[in-house]
């Protein structure tokens, strides 16, 4: 069982930055792809960012990219999400998230761990 703790969530104000963490107990972070995702109010939740295994490749939806960073520390069992130049459109519960069979997907429907959410608000 794979337990996932999100936090560094908050508000900043557009072209800020934040740094999202997300603690993995139960398990080694190996084999699983790991990813970032968020939901906005009365949207369906989408992918944000991921790591694949084994080669820790990353990549990233379009409307972040150049912007955001994926990084895994496997030392310390985590897995951030840097965040530069927010813009409101950014504005969304995070979720984190971890893969028991794929390696690597954008798609929710794949990840069978998921944490709680944290919240990420910029002001425009």
């Known amino acids: 069982q794979v337990q996932l703790i999100e936090s560094g969530g908050g508000l900043v104000q557009a072209g800020g930055s934040l740094r999202l963490s997300c603690a993995a107990s139960?398990?080694?972070?190996?084999?699983?792809?790991m990813g970032w995702f968020r939901q906005a109010l009365g949207k369906e939740r989408e992918f944000v960012a991921g790591?694949?295994?084994?080669?820790?490749?990353?990549y990233y939806d379009d409307s972040v990219k150049g912007r955001f960073t994926i990084s895994r520390d496997n030392a310390e069992n985590t897995v951030a999400l840097q965040m530069n130049s927010l813009k409101p459109e950014d504005t969304a519960v995070y979720y984190c998230?971890?893969?028991?069979?794929?390696?690597?997907?954008?798609?929710?429907?794949?990840?069978?761990?998921w944490g709680q959410g944290t919240q990420v608000t910029v002001s425009s």
């Open positions: 790591l694949s295994r084994p080669d820790d490749r990353t």
């Open positions: 998230a971890a893969s028991s069979t794929y390696y690597s997907s954008r798609f929710h429907r794949h990840y069978d761990y």
């Open positions: 139960g398990t080694t972070l190996r084999p699983n792809a």
